[in-house]
């Protein structure tokens, strides 16, 4: 069975010199990829994509770190470009106080602004939290209609409780380091069917690629280090978290 990269960056500038072969291994291993924007130009790029290869979709968003050149403006052109029916949620939002640029107020408004343009137009979200799970769980319980995916899980197991109800967990490829103690328990802890694939290439590349370019093929290593922490077959990771990533994506 293929795999689905639920996140992925192809638009960075690392794909730049060889982004034809990339896309080409996506089309011959994967069953699909997700490319997420993070700024206003980079969600353009997801719908350019998306509309230009049948096994990439895409996510429009601006990530905190980019929250400060967010305005009405951005936001109803971030509106209009959700309405590409391959265009499957709001994201990448979220907190971000390790890379904080601006006050944390100025993040905060910005990643409650796109909630409610999620909520108002019905679609999930991808959330980012670094250094920031405490203020990132209280906004999210202010959107109790509002669901998706926690990309790149960053927390413990108690605050992934609190979220699976509405949220699935992205699992990467942090999950091959042998310092992931945490979400290796996570992994253990929480049910399969609130997990997802994902790589964030070109960043953080699994065991035994860690260290180079990451790219989405390489979320099987991932697969199969779920497998393997699960004491399951890799094919039923394999269809159980195709199918959550559906759902999260509102998919199916």
């Known amino acids: 069975m293929k795999l689905i990269d639920s996140h992925a960056h192809l638009n960075n500038e690392q794909f730049d010199e060889d982004r034809d072969e990339v896309l080409n291994r996506i089309k011959d291993e994967l069953e699909f990829a997700v490319n997420i924007g993070y700024d206003l130009p980079s969600s353009k790029i997801s719908v350019e994509y998306a509309n230009k290869y049948d096994f990439i979709y895409g996510v429009v968003g601006v990530h905190p770190v980019d929250i400060e050149g967010y305005s009405e403006e951005v936001e109803r052109e971030l509106e209009e470009l959700a309405k590409n029916e391959k265009i499957l949620a709001i994201g990448e939002i979220g907190l971000d106080y390790y890379w904080m640029s601006q006050p944390k107020e100025v993040q905060q408004a910005g990643f409650r602004k796109q909630m409610e343009l999620a909520r108002r137009i019905g679609k999930p979200v991808v959330i980012h939290s670094r250094d920031a799970m405490e203020d990132t769980l209280k906004i999210l319980k202010e959107f109790p209609d509002v669901g998706g995916i926690f990309h790149c899980y960053p927390g413990s ?95 199916i």
């Open 157 to 251: 197991v108690d605050s992934a409780k609190e979220v699976i109800d509405r949220f699935y967990l992205g699992i990467g490829g942090v999950l091959t380091f042998k310092n992931a103690k945490k979400l290796v328990e996570v992994v253990k802890d929480i049910p399969l069917d609130r997990l997802i694939l994902e790589t964030d290439c070109p960043y953080m590349a699994p065991v035994p690629n860690r260290g180079k370019r990451n790219e989405p093929i390489y979320v099987k290593y991932v697969a199969e280090k779920i497998a393997e922490l699960k004491e399951i077959s890799f094919e039923e990771v394999a269809r159980i978290t195709n199918e959550n990533t559906k759902k999260a994506y509102k998919m």
